[in-house]
């Protein structure tokens, strides 16, 4: 088992630290990537938290639409069956702007660097894969035993299913374009936040992404939000072992569509 901490935890971590320590000693001047990564996480994290398109975003693109296919648009979006998925589209997009557009543009324009230093590489990604499946199965109990409370009831799932409602279309396209934004914030902290500042801090990066990363789950049921410090740590520590952040992003859609489905089940229950 020491061996095994070894090998698997304790390594990295000392690489990580070495690596630290020739980057910082070959170091000329002001660290740009430190100081773009740091200057952009809050403006992302406060855009994420702020920006609300709703009606403006289907106003704005009925405007530059066909009258018609404007005006269709705007009967969508409104009718009283739409209103929901049409809202989560809007903060799905919000989400992917603030956690996936603007790192992006920042590694390309300012940076200049491929996206595969952030973790955006498949090579290494299944290294460990068994450290995922091991985290998903422990979640799933407390998930289950959680389902009937009212807290996680208020908050699971972000789509509330109309009385009668089927699954398909509108629940099941939401689901898809969940995981959409969960490839987002996997990429934003355990990609652009980790592996923009491990050269400055080294290990500690892994710290550095975990603070913002529990911010966000403010107001959220409170087991999961501490939940989120530990998952923050395990999965900065398997995204700087394998320079990868794909089996996050794939545990992070599994956990989530585990807690719709369980709301789902616990509602249904009742």
């Known amino acids: 088992m020491i061996a095994w901490l070894r090998n698997f935890i304790i390594e990295p971590l000392r690489e990580s630290e070495e690596q630290h320590r020739d980057d910082c000693a ?8 430190t100081l773009c990564v740091l200057l952009s996480v809050p403006f992302a994290v406060t855009l994420r938290e702020y920006l ?4 403006s975003l289907y106003s704005s693109l009925a405007a530059v639409m066909p009258t018609a296919w404007g005006q269709e648009l705007l009967t969508w979006t409104t009718a009283i069956e739409n209103q929901e998925i049409a809202r989560l589209i809007a903060w799905t997009l919000a989400q992917t702007l603030s956690f996936l557009i603007l790192p992006i543009l920042v590694i390309k324009i300012f940076l200049r660097r491929p996206l595969t230093e952030y973790g955006v590489k498949l090579r290494g990604a299944t290294k ?5 499946a091991v985290m998903f199965l422990v979640m799933v109990g407390p998930i289950l ?3 009937s409370e009212s807290s ?4 699971y799932p972000f789509y509330r299913l ?13 689901e898809l374009l969940y995981a959409v934004q969960f490839v987002s914030i996997e990429f934003f902290f355990r990609g652009y936040v980790l592996h923009g500042t491990r050269r400055r801090f080294g290990p500690y990066s892994i710290l550095v992404m975990t603070i913002p990363y529990c911010m966000i789950h403010f107001g959220k049921p409170l087991p999961e ?3 989120s410090i530990g998952a923050g740590l395990i999965l900065g520590l398997m995204s700087l072992k394998t320079r990868s952040i794909w089996l996050g992003a794939l545990l992070h859609i599994a956990v989530a569509w585990t807690m719709d489905g369980a709301a789902i089940g616990g ?3 009742k």
């Open 52 to 55: 609300n398109l709703g009606e």
């Open 267 to 269: 509602r249904s229950d």
């Open 162 to 174: 109309r009385s009668s409602e089927p699954l398909w279309p509108r629940f099941l396209v939401w």
């Open 26 to 33: 070959d170091a000329d001047g002001v660290d740009r990537e």
């Open 225 to 227: 939000t501490i939940g």
């Open 128 to 132: 460990g894969w068994w450290i995922y």
């Open 145 to 147: 035993f959680l389902s």
């Open 152 to 155: 996680f009831q208020q908050t």
